[in-house]
């Protein structure tokens, strides 16, 4: 299907898409566009977390930050309490119900990936993408 040549941001591009797609229409009910969702899982994760914190874990600036958490706000998933001269960001009872859906579809899309490579490629795979992660940023 792809020619041998083919250079790694096409192939990267296909799968980001795919992947946006599969959860979308996986969670089309919660009104919630496709980049929202990982800061969503890290806020989930990182309970209480400031805004300046979540600029920093994505490696956005926290203009981008604070216009995307308005967004949630707004939605009903997350709560922006002030606290000093920052915001504590946490999750509603609906932020926590929709993130639980989101991870759990994740998984059933790494599910996906490990019945085409196998568990052993599908490690390495994780391994390489973390390393090219870490290198880049």
């Known amino acids: 299907m792809f020619d041998e040549d083919v250079p790694t941001v096409p192939l990267i591009s296909i799968l980001y898409r795919e992947h946006a797609k599969y959860l979308n229409e996986k ?5 919630l566009s496709f980049g929202l969702y990982p800061l969503l899982i890290n806020i989930y994760h990182n309970e209480g977390i400031i805004q300046e914190q979540l600029a920093q874990n994505f490696h956005l ?11 949630l706000e ?3 998933f997350i709560e922006r309490i002030p606290y000093k001269r920052t915001k504590i960001i946490k999750l509603t009872d609906k932020g926590k119900k929709t993130v639980l859906k989101v991870m759990d579809y994740d998984e059933k899309w790494d599910e996906k990936i490990i019945e085409i490579i196998g568990e052993k490629d599908y490690k390495k795979f994780i391994s390489t993408l973390k390393k090219i992660s870490e290198e880049l940023i």
């Open 27 to 31: 969670v089309k009910d919660e009104n």
């Open 61 to 71: 600036n926290e203009s981008t930050i604070t216009r995307n958490l308005k967004k």
């Open 74 to 76: 707004e939605k009903g």
